[in-house]
C-alpha cells in the first residue's frame, strides 16, 4: 500500500483545518450579525427575547441549509437518527452520568469564571436602529415562553450540536489527536458565546459543557451529544422561565 506524499499530506491537512476555521468563523460571525442587528430590523413579535430567538432561528437555519447542501446532508435520515439516539439515551446509565457532569460543570464553574475574569468585558457592536413596530405584545409572556423552549431548548442544540460537533470537530480529528480536536473544538465553542455574550462570564463552564458533549460525540455521534444538549438547555430553559431569570 502506498502512503500519501508529505505535499498531500499537508494539503489534506491544510484542507480539513481550513473547513474547521471556516465553518467556526461563520457560526461566530452569523450569530453575532443576526443577535446584534437583525434583531432589532425586524418588528418586535412580543418582546426582544422573542425577536432573539427569531434571530437564532434564521442564522442556524441558514448555516443548517447551506452547509448541509455542501455536505449533502440527508436530513430526514439524520432526524430519525436523533430520534433514534434519544431513544437509546433515555434506557443508558452513561447518558445519565454525563448529564450529571454537565449540570456539575455548569454549576460549580461559572464561580471560577467569576473569579479568573468575571471583571474583564469585551466592546459589544450593537444595531443603533430599533424597528417602532410593535405585534402581539399582550401575548409577550405566552410567546417569549414558546420561543425559548422551542428555539434555545431544542432547535439551538440541534443546530450546535451538528454544526461544532457534527462538522467541526470531525474535521480536526482527521488532523490532530482527539484530546486536541475535542478541546479546539469546544474552546472555539465557548468563545463563540463569550464574542455574542461580549463577556467571559460563562467561557470555562462552557469549554466544559463542549468537551463532555465532544467526547459523547466522538464515542458515538452528534446526534448523542445533540441529545444531551437537548436535555440540558431544555430543562434550564423551563426553570428559568418558573424562576423568572428568562
Known amino acids: 500500500m502506498i502512503s500519501e506524499s508529505p505535499m498531500k499530506q499537508t494539503n489534506s491537512a491544510l484542507f480539513h483545518l481550513g473547513i474547521a476555521l471556516g465553518v467556526a468563523a461563520l457560526v461566530m ?19 426582544l427575547i422573542v425577536n432573539d430567538m427569531i434571530s437564532l432561528l434564521l442564522i442556524y437555519g441558514l448555516l443548517l441549509f447551506g452547509i448541509g447542501r ?8 439524520e432526524l430519525a437518527g436523533l430520534w433514534q439516539a434519544a431513544q ?21 464553574l461559572p464561580y471560577f469564571d467569576k473569579i479568573f475574569w468575571g471583571r474583564f468585558a469585551l466592546p459589544m457592536v450593537i444595531n443603533r436602529y430599533r424597528s417602532p413596530i410593535l405585534w402581539f405584545g399582550s401575548w409577550a409572556p405566552m410567546l417569549k415562553a414558546i420561543a425559548l423552549i422551542l428555539v434555545n431548548g ?37 468563545f463563540k458565546h463569550v464574542l455574542v455574550d461580549a463577556s467571559w ?34 430543562i434550564a430553559t423551563i426553570v428559568g422561565l418558573i424562576r423568572g431569570t428568562e
Open 29 to 47: 460571525g452569523g450569530e453575532y450579525y443576526f443577535r446584534h442587528y437583525v434583531l432589532f430590523w425586524m418588528p418586535t413579535v412580543g418582546s
Open 70 to 77: 455542501l455536505m449533502k446532508t440527508n436530513w430526514r435520515a
Open 88 to 108: 437509546e439515551s433515555a434506557r443508558s446509565w452513561n447518558f445519565t452520568i454525563w448529564f450529571i457532569l454537565l449540570v456539575l460543570s455548569i454549576l460549580i
Open 154 to 190: 431544542i432547535f439551538v442544540p440541534i443546530a450546535e450540536e451538528f454544526l461544532w460537533r457534527g462538522v467541526i470537530q470531525p474535521h480536526l480529528l482527521r488532523v490532530l489527536p482527539p484530546p486536541l480536536a475535542i478541546g479546539i473544538t469546544a474552546v472555539l465553542f465557548s
Open 201 to 234: 462570564g460563562r467561557f470555562l463552564s462552557l469549554t466544559a459543557f463542549g468537551i463532555i458533549c465532544g467526547i459523547v460525540a466522538w464515542r458515538k455521534s452528534w446526534k448523542n451529544s445533540a441529545v444531551l444538549h437537548i436535555f440540558v438547555n431544555s
